[in-house]
């Protein structure tokens, strides 16, 4: 095809030819909303770094995922802020630790929507490492048997479906065993298969209140630089029996999760992360850009590169955008 024969903007221009041959098409059924859970009674403490999200109680949180129904948001992704900590993370799989009791709550008042847990240790450990520590080293092994454990307690509560993130090696195949062994085959597993030492989790920790106290996370989570890499890790968790795998960050890595729906026949979902949310909000409200079209470009490039399912803070936002 050739000028003048042929003419691109042909087909531009007006708002209906547009829409009819618009190849990426976002939609509510896409989103997933994180939520952080906090203990006591009628709390919604703003999380200053991300405008626009809080941390509830396990009352609040149940209104924020009826609210999230009703928009059509078809899951929550949860997220838990223990009222204390220790070394071996005991709050992570209590029988009424605090995901524990959002999940009861949710499952309870919204039944009908999904709800995913985060299955990690940092929010829970004293020392805020995902692992168990000695001589301040993360030790994978030792710290299989506390995710599968605490993976249990979400499923025993009623989750609908875990996702471990703390990027220890067999962390899948130790999860899938345990749900197996206890009648929870059905309860699926998104693995953080791909997830990159990255920049753009700060507001995050604030969030979670899971900074490490010393060091960082680079042991374990991955080199910003490695694509390849990426694409072995997330070999290994489908060879030990995850139902989706997930690239996190998302906007910084769409070429990952582009690699990931070519070369994988499973699902692949993106975590719009914090960062990527606040520096939209951060401009907007310096008036440097339009919030509404900066995240609804950011959201219809992370589908176009290849994501069925985009984890983002943004959630209520667009499915709103959506309805119109």
Not at 45 to 69: N, R
Not at 131 to 140: C, I, R, T
Request: glycine share 4%; hydrophobic share 45%.
């Amino acid at each position: 095809m050739q000028f003048p024969e042929y003419r691109a903007r042909r087909l531009r221009k007006n708002e209906n030819f547009r829409r009819l041959i618009r190849e990426t098409k976002l939609s509510v059924d896409d989103l997933v909303y994180p939520l952080f859970a906090v203990t006591g009674k009628s709390v919604k403490k703003p999380i200053t770094s991300m405008p626009g999200q809080f941390q509830l109680s396990v009352d609040y949180i149940a209104k924020e995922a009826q609210k999230a129904h009703e928009l059509g948001i078809p899951a929550v992704l949860l997220f838990g802020i223990p009222a204390k900590k220790d070394e071996m993370a005991t709050g992570a799989f209590a029988k009424d630790g605090i995901v524990q009791q959002a999940v009861k709550r949710i499952k309870n008042e919204v039944p009908d929507i999904l709800v995913i847990t985060d299955v990690c240790l940092c929010e829970y450990t004293s020392h805020g490492h995902c692992g168990m520590l000695e001589k301040d080293s993360v030790q994978n092994d030792e710290t299989l048997e506390v995710l599968a454990e605490t993976a249990l307690s979400h499923a025993r509560a009623g989750a609908d479906m875990v996702a471990p993130s703390a990027m220890m090696d067999g962390q899948v195949a130790a999860i899938r065993e345990a749900l197996d062994e206890n009648a929870f085959e059905d309860v699926p597993i998104m693995a953080y298969s791909a997830k990159y030492a990255s920049s753009f989790y700060g507001p995050f920790r604030e969030a979670a209140e899971s900074a490490p106290q010393f060091g960082d996370r680079k042991a374990y989570q991955m080199d910003p630089a490695n694509a390849d890499e990426a694409i072995r890790e997330m070999s290994l968790d489908v060879s030990e029996g995850a139902d989706i795998i997930m690239v996190k960050p998302a906007l910084a890595y769409l070429d990952i999760i582009c690699r990931a729906k070519q070369e994988f026949d499973l699902p692949v979902a993106a975590y719009n992360v914090s960062g990527e949310y606040s520096m939209i909000k951060a401009a907007a409200q310096l008036g440097w850009l339009d919030e509404e079209k900066a995240m609804i470009e950011s959201l219809t490039a992370i589908k176009r590169a290849g994501a069925d399912i985009i984890i983002t803070y943004f959630a209520p936002q667009v499915a709103k955008l959506l309805k119109k």
